[in-house]
């Protein structure tokens, strides 16, 4: 066995699972009423963003700030489609996510000097101090109450949810793949290997920031072109669509699931997701629950999902070897 | 091949390396020893990087390096290990090694943003030399974090190793390890000495670094007192001194 094995073997195990939660929710969508489409899209655009929250994690670090740089997308969008701009929507959401990108490159210069419990505050101060900017710079961005008449692409219709959650899928199928491919790469493990230990990786040659800053740069561009399909999809912005409440879908997302392979994530997602609809009665429960289920994977599995799995896996091998 | 000159570095009032004189030979196992406190460790550190030295410089082959970040001098070809073992303890052993020589290929801004699929690559034919070398080849697919301190005082080495240094500093290698085990290590050490690779070597335990160095830099309170062959060291009373103290024997003194 070679170095190289491994690796393909996580890849395809990758890419098989971005394939499965894409046909999964495609086919769901066929067989489910209207009123479900509506719940799958904001389900996938959440796909987008807890991945490229994952994303980051690899360097090490746990942000605070994805879904305030997500909204940086979001109001790309709403303002660059709006007439006097009119830019087609989907030139606006690619640069929602240029932008966000560049908003964490600047981002990256303070909090980056930050780590752990330090580096989740600061992110959460930058995070806050965007999402005052949406409130506060009231003649670009409509203040408290936003902006309104955003358009959906032209080619898309803007009644039904189903035309839409068929672009969602089409953009979570490339950035995942991008995103686990990422992963996969020369680049992508060196950035692991600076989030499992900086101090060793510096003293062999990684440039440690530089890697870091990469990380947290490209994850925020995944949150940019979420956060302006987001501003599409609903038609209006505002700056509580980008707070603590999505931010901690996403985080709790990581926790349940795990983020040492691009599936886990993923999974904690829909574990989230199904718990919220299953209580869609009792809405005020569903964050009491998501906590305490929080709570009970740190406390008893602490990789999360994805290290159950892979015990059982590894068990099942175990069996089959033997 | 590896010259300091005038070394010092103070932290507020104190200060941890006061001018510190030293040329590591080409091919060398040089070693830096002296008593606890004495800088050997803040020496260390400015060679490496992760200080700025306060005055003085670090030479690699006529080169300037003192100064600049750890990444920088590693990537000029002085790689080292810790005192307190690190190794990439999630990945197997040929994964972890395989990061050395993914870190010391790198250009300064990799443009290699983009190659999943090259994994059969020369890096990975580096580690797989490096973990060979260092009597790990056998163990290549076990998981880093289960080795034995021994092994994974070894598995740092090969990790350094595998960024093709031209000095490896190793920082107190032997500390903490049983009997075995040192011997152990020692035997790589000498190995890699003898494929030509230069050394300098921060050791506590006096009776290895006298058996293991061609030349030994001995330093109390951040300043040389003898520098010399072992034979040489051994005799010098200043060193005796050091570590005795003024309370010698009473043959030694007679």
């Known amino acids: 066995m070679n170095g190289g094995t491994d690796t393909r073997r996580a890849l395809r195990q990758d890419i098989g699972s971005v394939l499965a939660l894409v046909i999964g929710t495609g086919a769901l969508a066929m067989v489910s009423a209207a009123y479900v489409h509506g719940a799958l899209v904001l389900f996938v655009l959440n796909a987008i963003l807890v991945l490229s929250y994952r994303t980051i994690t690899t360097m090490g670090g746990w942000s605070f700030a994805h879904v305030a740089i997500m909204g940086v997308g979001a109001y790309a969008v709403a303002i660059l489609s709006a007439p006097p701009i009119g830019l087609p929507v989907l030139l606006c959401v690619a640069i929602g996510g240029v932008l966000a990108g560049l908003v964490a490159m600047a981002l990256s210069w303070p909090v980056l000097r930050t780590r752990q419990y330090y580096f989740f505050l600061s992110t959460f101060a930058a995070g806050e101090a965007l999402r005052q900017c949406f409130i506060q710079f009231k003649g670009l961005t409509g203040g408290t109450s936003g902006l309104a008449f955003i358009p959906r692409p032209g080619f898309i219709g803007d009644s039904a949810a189903l035309p839409f959650l068929w672009l969602a899928l089409a953009v979570f199928l490339a950035l995942a793949l991008a995103a686990v491919c990422f992963d996969a790469s020369e680049t992508g493990m060196k950035i692991r290997a600076v989030g499992e230990d900086e101090t060793l990786s510096a003293s062999l040659g990684l440039d440690a920031w530089g890697l870091r800053a990469t990380a947290f740069v490209l994850g925020s561009v995944g949150a940019g072109i979420a956060g302006g399909l987001l501003a599409s999809y609903n038609g209006i912005v505002a700056p509580n669509d980008f707070g603590a409440a999505l931010m901690f879908k996403i985080v709790a997302s990581c926790i349940v699931g795990g983020t040492r392979r691009a599936w886990g994530p993923l999974l904690g997602l829909i574990f989230l997701t199904v718990i919220e609809e299953a209580f869609r009665a009792v809405p005020v429960y569903v964050p009491l629950i998501w906590g305490g289920l929080v709570i009970v994977v740190t406390l008893y599995a602490p990789g999360g999902l994805e290290s159950l799995v892979e015990r059982v896996q590894r068990r099942f091998k175990g069996a089959a070897h033997a | ?254």
């Open chain 2, 1 to 254: 091949m590896l010259e300091v000159r005038g070394l010092t570095k103070t932290f507020g009032s104190i200060t941890a390396v006061d001018g510190i004189d030293m040329q590591v030979a080409a091919g060398a196992i040089h070693g830096l020893i002296g008593p606890n406190g004495s800088g050997k460790s803040t020496t260390m550190n400015l060679i490496s990087g992760t200080y700025r030295p306060t005055a003085g410089q670090v030479l690699l082959n006529g080169a300037a390096i003192g100064g600049q970040p750890a990444f920088r001098v590693a990537r000029m070809g002085v790689v080292r290990t810790f005192q307190l073992t690190r190794v990439y303890g999630q990945l197997s052993l040929l994964e972890a090694v395989r990061i050395g020589a993914l870190a010391g290929n790198g250009a300064p801004w990799n443009p290699r943003l983009w190659r999943p699929f090259r994994h059969d690559h020369p890096a990975t034919e580096a580690a797989h030399d490096a973990l060979r070398r260092m009597g790990l080849g056998p163990h290549a697919d076990r998981n880093a974090g289960s080795l034995p301190s021994g092994m994974r005082r070894i598995l740092s080495i090969a990790t350094a190793l595998a960024a093709s240094p031209r000095v490896l500093l190793l920082d107190e290698p032997l500390a903490g390890l049983n009997a075995s085990e040192k011997a152990e290590v020692a035997d790589r050490i000498q190995q890699l000495r003898q494929d030509g690779l230069t050394i300098l070597l921060v050791e506590h335990d006096v009776r290895s670094i006298m058996r293991l160095s061609d030349r030994i830099t001995v330093i109390n309170f951040g300043k040389v007192i003898a520098t010399g062959t072992p034979a040489e060291i051994g005799r010098n009373e200043a060193v005796i001194t050091a570590y005795l103290g003024d309370r010698r024997p009473a043959h030694a003194a007679g």
